[in-house]
């Protein structure tokens, strides 16, 4: 009983192989996550589980190092982390101490950076004498903590955006340097741009009237930044058509602190937002120069002013009896929908920690869904071509259908196997996973004759003893074969070289799958066909 | 009808001067192309645009009139390249970045601009900067070097013998240099897909360099009948993959697939190299070594 499953094991364990493969191209249960409120039929691309990159489905792929530049191995002399900040930050000419950052490593202390796409290296690097903390040295790029918020940052971004499918990961180049690899299916590469190339810091500063600045008026700075706010609503419109975002200021603080709500409330009194006669009236976005105007609240977007307003009376009355705070809701009206909807998305995301490099050092990639279409189907036709080529090629030589039908059908049952794989993993299908396709089936075949010659060379096989002593032979060669296309493949899947590594991950899979299970099948079919019994 | 033999050849009649002297001097040839190049170009090959950074658009023809015309009238920047797609109704357009020039800016944003204002339908655009170009370049030598030495330890970790494994060592490096040296020749650009090309080049050429190396090597019998066994299953795998090669070729350059085009080129040229290098050069230092290095 158990005889015949022994002799066979190799053959069925392909024929289990292909099976699991098939059910992992089209059971449902396998089907690709669905993003939040999408359809599952429209989650799958075709027939298949397959998923298909960028190239064959068309979108945007970003790839940008983020700016700044980090002091690293710095010494901070027992100061804590916001000390050491403040310090550097201090000798750096008009950069806000947001954009000194300094992270504790270990007791002796950590790295500096700035993220400020203005402060050259050499800035930077007097700025760090300055401040006399000892440092090992500055390299480009920022701190690994601002990386990883930045990686969170834009994927909030997207999926505030309502792109579905979007991802964002860190990679880094062979000279050290992190990049941010950003890829959005189905969007237009500039509509991505604008999305990521501002950091989308929104805060409220107030400007008032000041015969001492220069053109009468004076600015008070992040009187509310990002993190004062909670609760973001969505876009909307107000009775008026007026476009504003809902939002609520933050009214709890810890004991002995002043809580942003009350910090603001205070703030609007003291300028004269809002005064016991009601609330001021801007005319800002008419005119914003002149020591006569009433003052403002500025909605400022990464340092552009959007927008500027003054306050309702009624709203003013209860600034100025102090009771607003208890409840901190707040309106940020805007002079159009889309700005609206932007410091919507910039509120709830939160800002980039730093700036993306996208024009400068990165790359940038767009393909429309219909030539990615376009590319799937020709793909498909240039693989079947190779296919025909090398099944020619195979019956050509043997001209016996025993030996090169098995051989055809073998090497097909690899690319199966991987395209399951692909399917399982949710591995996207790029063209590159395509060439890696035709490199096993290149490779597949080359063995298969390998095993073919070695088994059927020397007269007829006349016993099992016969055929395993020749098959064990052709087998070291095909192992000897594979290890070294393992290593020669291994670099690309490892060095961040586009979309190569995907060719890589597919030629060493089938070569593996090839080795262990394919090849060792086609031999014992060949047995079966060719032994004298 | 007979089925198809791999021919025979009698090696008997010639010496190894005389074998490996065609293999030699075919390499020698492809080094000092490269080497030429070099020093005419600074570069060891037409660097593609991942390599030089720039901008490539693909545009869809919508057959309104002449795409030449209407590319020069769009575009304020003369393209650096004009290609159409002979199956797909797509012509690339390709922009290279000014080397050592100033950083480049959003130089796609710009062109996609005029591109729309000149009433052009974008199918695909890729910017490469020149520092992320010059990055890859980097990355890209450094994987085939790691690729060829990994090979090499292995090779002789195989063989445990000196002559063997050098000969399929550099059988090898032939097999990488001479179709780097025809591409050149043939004006085809370096890319990515061309690296990928040339390290499976090291994995397909070393496979029949190690059926002979084995068959000579690991199996008695004459040296003459191992070669020939051989040769006949060797020269069956290297041209059934080089029929996939050149076909998979002209059908992604008929379709714009650029990066399957690139593959399938490289390796078919590099296969056909290997075929000379493996039955010339290294059946030659095989000769040698079964019949006189061993004795010495």
New interface residues.
């Given amino acids: 009983m158990l005889d015949p499953i022994k002799q066979n094991w190799r053959v069925l364990l392909l024929v289990v192989v292909i099976i699991a493969a098939s059910v992992a191209l089209f059971a449902p249960q396998f089907a690709p996550d669905t993003a939040p409120g999408e359809d599952p039929d429209e989650a799958r691309q075709g027939l298949t589980n397959l998923q298909y990159g960028l190239d064959l489905a068309g979108g945007t792929r970003i790839?940008a190092p983020l700016i700044g530049y980090t002091a690293t191995g710095v010494e901070f002399d027992g100061d804590n982390p916001s000390e050491v900040a403040a310090n550097v930050a201090e000798q750096l000419e008009g950069v806000s101490a947001r954009e000194v950052n300094a992270e504790e490593l270990d007791e002796q202390g950590g790295e500096v950076e700035v993220t400020d796409p203005d402060v050259t290296e050499d800035e930077f690097r007097s700025a760090m004498d300055a401040s006399g903390y000892a440092y090992n040295d500055i390299r480009r790029g920022v701190t690994a903590e601002t990386r990883e918020a930045a990686e969170s940052v834009i994927r909030g971004t997207i999926n505030e955006a309502g792109l579905s499918g979007g991802s964002v990961q860190q990679v880094q180049?062979?000279?050290g340097?992190w990049f941010m690899l950003v890829e959005v299916p189905g969007e237009g590469?500039?509509d991505v741009?604008d999305l990521l190339e501002d950091r989308g810091t929104v805060q409220i500063d107030i400007g008032y009237p000041d015969e001492d600045a220069e053109d009468g008026l004076g600015v008070e700075e992040e009187v509310l930044v990002q993190d004062d706010f909670e609760n973001i609503g969505t876009a909307s419109r107000d009775e008026n058509d007026q476009p504003y975002v809902p939002v609520s200021v933050i009214n709890e603080a810890p004991e002995g602190e002043q809580s942003p709500a009350h910090r603001f409330q205070d703030a609007v009194v003291d300028r004269g937002v809002a005064s016991d006669t009601g609330g001021a009236r801007c005319t800002y976005m008419e005119d914003p120069v002149g020591e006569t105007n009433e003052p403002c609240l500025l909605l400022v977007v990464d340092g552009e002013v959007v927008n500027a307003f003054g306050m309702d009376d009624g709203l003013a009355e209860s600034m100025v009896g102090g009771t607003w705070a208890d409840s901190g809701n707040f309106r940020l009206t805007t002079t159009s929908f889309e700005d609206a909807q932007q410091v919507s998305i910039n509120l709830r995301a939160g800002a980039l920690p730093a700036e993306l490099d996208?024009?400068?050092?990165?790359?940038?990639?767009?393909?429309?869904p219909?030539?990615g279409e376009?590319?799937r189907f020709?793909?498909m036709?240039?693989g079947v071509?190779?296919?025909?080529?090398?099944a020619?090629?195979?019956f050509?030589?043997?001209?016996?259908p025993k030996v090169a039908l098995p051989m055809i059908v073998t090497a097909l049952a690899e690319v199966y196997a991987l395209l399951g794989f692909a399917a399982l993993v949710g591995y996207p299908i790029e063209?590159?996973v395509?060439?890696g396709f035709?490199?096993v089936?290149?490779?597949g075949?080359?063995d298969l004759?390998?095993i073919a010659?070695?088994v059927m060379?020397e007269g007829e096989v006349k016993s099992r003893k016969v055929f395993d002593s020749r098959f064990r032979?052709a087998f070291?060669?095909i192992g000897?074969?594979a290890?070294?296309?393992i290593?020669?493949?291994?670099?690309?899947m490892v060095?961040?070289?586009?979309?190569?590594s995907g060719?890589?991950i597919f030629?060493i899979l089938g070569v593996l799958i090839g080795v262990l299970i394919t090849r060792p099948a086609y031999g014992d079919i060949l047995r079966r066909l060719l032994t004298v019994r | 009808m007979r089925s198809i033999e791999v021919p025979e050849v009698d090696y008997t009649d010639y010496t190894n001067r005389q074998l490996v002297l065609v293999p030699l001097a075919v390499l020698a040839l492809a080094l000092a192309i490269i080497g030429g190049w070099y020093l005419m170009t600074g570069a060891p090959a037409n660097l593609g645009l991942e390599f030089t950074g720039g901008v490539e658009i693909r545009l869809a023809d919508d057959g309104e009139g002449d795409m030449q015309e209407r590319i020069d009238a769009a575009f304020e920047q003369e393209p650096d390249s004009v290609r159409a797609i002979p199956a797909d109704d797509v012509v690339v357009v390709t922009f290279r970045a000014d080397p050592g020039g100033e950083e480049t800016g959003d130089m796609a944003s710009d062109l996609e601009d005029q591109a729309e204002a000149g009433g052009l339908t974008i199918d695909a655009v890729d910017q490469v900067s020149a520092s992320f170009a010059a990055d890859t370049a980097q990355t890209a030598l450094f994987g085939v070097a790691i690729a060829f030495l990994g090979m090499s330890v292995l090779v002789f970790a195989l063989f445990r013998t000196f002559v063997p494994s050098i000969a399929v060592v550099a059988s090898a490096f032939s097999d990488i240099i001479i179709p780097i040296a025809a591409m050149n020749l043939l004006g085809i650009e370096m890319t990515l897909g061309t690296v990928a090309a040339l390290l499976m080049i090291i994995g397909y050429s070393v496979d029949s360099d190690i059926l002979l190396n084995n068959s000579v090597l690991r199996r008695t019998g004459d040296f003459y009948e191992s070669v020939s066994r051989a040769m006949r299953t060797g020269v069956t795998m290297t041209v059934t993959s080089m029929a996939a090669m050149i076909v998979m070729a002209i059908i992604a350059t008929l379709f714009g697939i650029d990066l399957l085009r690139d593959i399938g080129i490289i390796l078919a040229i590099g296969l056909c190299a290997d075929l000379m290098n493996t039955y010339l050069m290294n059946v030659t230092l095989l000769r040698w070594y079964k019949f006189e290095g061993v004795s010495r």
């Avoid at chain 1, 050509?396 to 016996?400: I, P, V």
Wanted: aromatic content about 10%; glycine content about 6%; overall charge negative.
């Fill in positions: 790839r180049s062979i000279t340097e590469r500039q741009i996208i024009a400068g050092e990165g790359t940038s990639a767009f393909i429309s219909t030539q376009n590319f020709y793909a036709i240039t071509f190779a296919i025909f080529a090398v020619g090629m195979v050509l030589r043997y001209r016996e063209l590159a395509i060439a035709i490199a089936v290149g490779t075949v080359d004759v390998i010659d070695e060379s032979r070291w060669v000897a074969a290890a070294t296309t290593i020669a493949m291994s670099p690309l060095l961040s070289l586009g979309d190569l060719f890589a030629t």
